[in-house]
């Protein structure tokens, strides 16, 4: 099993709906999640980070975490044009409640927003 | 901050050559990673140092690959021989702290011919 996983797509998704990208992670005890955005030829760039179970909004963006489930989730409502890229999704791994202190990317999700 | 400083940005070797990628991370920042990506592999954890010492190099593919932090503020990967399977975008990226996000450079495009 791969440590995160993520579907790699492509999602097409039309301008103006919502953007639902999902990621699983193997390690139980991984303490910090985060979002990237990668645009064509660029680095990845954070997007969203969340540390606690539950919802975390910022602008059209929202990150869910679900640690029972080992699952975290990123919304991206009225998505448009320029949200197409790839989405990284990121865990921070832990043991006994100390950090490694490295993230481990999943293989990322292509979105595409069409007009 | 100008952000994490990598360099070269593209890089174009002949096989059996060394090649070394540099980076400078962002002031402050104790944790350095460098990452390899490819499209059959994603983003892939090379080694990471924490306060200039290497912590995890488990992700080094082989012998050819080195990597050092002779201080704060600067960090090199090394290949050598370098292989036409090491053709991939590398990048550098910098954290503060266990549970810090981080930031990535613009990335080195090695393409090994």
């Known amino acids: 099993q791969k440590e995160v996983e993520q579907n790699s797509g492509p999602l097409s998704v039309p301008e103006g709906a919502i953007a639902s990208l999902n990621c699983t992670y193997s390690?139980?005890?991984?303490?910090?999640f985060f979002w990237y955005r990668q645009y064509s030829g660029k680095s990845p760039e954070l997007i969203m980070f969340?540390?606690?179970?539950g919802d975390k909004e910022d602008g059209r963006f929202t990150a869910q975490l679900n640690k029972a489930s080992q699952y975290v989730s990123l919304l991206i409502r009225d998505s448009q044009p320029s949200d197409s890229a790839t989405y990284l999704c990121a865990v921070n791994p832990s043991r006994g409640g100390t950090s490694y202190g490295k993230l481990t990317f999943g293989q990322g999700t292509i979105l595409t927003v069409h007009p | 901050d100008a952000g994490v400083i990598q360099s070269p940005r593209h890089e174009v070797t002949e096989m059996g050559q060394e090649v070394t990628l540099r980076c400078k991370p962002i002031s402050g920042h104790d944790y350095l990673f460098w990452y390899r990506q490819t499209m059959m592999r994603g983003l892939e954890l090379l080694i990471y140092?924490?306060?200039?010492?290497?912590?995890?190099d488990s992700g080094m593919p082989e012998d050819r690959f080195s990597a050092k932090m002779p201080n704060a503020s600067f960090s090199t990967l090394k290949i050598q021989p370098s292989e036409p399977r090491d053709s991939a975008v590398y990048f550098c990226a910098s954290s503060i702290g266990t549970f810090g996000e981080a930031f990535f450079g613009q990335g080195t495009r090695l393409t090994v011919v």
């Open positions: 390690d139980r005890g991984s303490q910090s």
């Open positions: 969340i540390y606690s179970n």
């Open positions: 140092f924490n306060n200039n010492v290497p912590i995890d």
